[in-house]
């Protein structure tokens, strides 16, 4: 459900690529309409509301996902808030992680 302690992102104009330590892919986040998958890695769509990136989609485990990145601190700092449904209960379970700048 979380990313890695450790981020490599990698962006285009319409694609995000978040990979780990290793440089494996875990996450792609496609912008607009245009799409890619990727084997191994959570795909996600995402949109542009104001300074923060939303994507939606589903985790790994098959629920709904619904992720938002923002930056802080001048851009030095990375908060990524993760959102995910509990079972069929509508209820959902929140992490926030933050990552500094290397």
Same mark, same amino acid.
């Given at each position: 459900?979380?990313?890695?302690?450790?981020?490599?992102?990698?962006?285009?104009?319409?694609?995000?690529?978040?990979?780990?330590?290793?440089?494996?892919?875990?996450?792609?986040?496609?912008?607009?309409?245009?799409?890619?998958?990727?084997?191994?890695?959570?795909? +996600?769509? =995402?949109? +542009?509301?104001?300074?923060? +990136?939303?994507? @939606?989609?589903?985790?790994?485990? =098959?629920?709904?996902?619904?992720?938002?990145?923002?930056?802080?601190?001048?851009?030095?700092?990375?908060?990524?808030?993760?959102?995910?449904?509990?079972?069929?209960? =509508?209820? @959902? +379970?929140?992490?926030?992680?933050?990552?500094?700048?290397?």
């Amino acid at each position: 459900m979380t990313l890695p302690n450790f981020l490599r992102i990698d962006q285009e104009r319409r694609l995000v690529r978040i990979a780990d330590v290793r440089n494996h892919v875990v996450q792609v986040i496609s912008i607009g309409r245009w799409s890619q998958r990727q084997q191994g890695a959570t795909v +996600l769509s =995402g949109e +542009l509301r104001g300074s923060r +990136l939303v994507a @939606t989609g589903v985790d790994p485990r =098959g629920r709904q996902m619904k992720q938002t990145m923002f930056l802080r601190n001048r851009g030095r700092v990375l908060v990524v808030r993760t959102q995910v449904e509990r079972g069929n209960s =509508g209820r @959902t +379970l929140e992490v926030e992680k933050v990552y500094k700048r290397a």
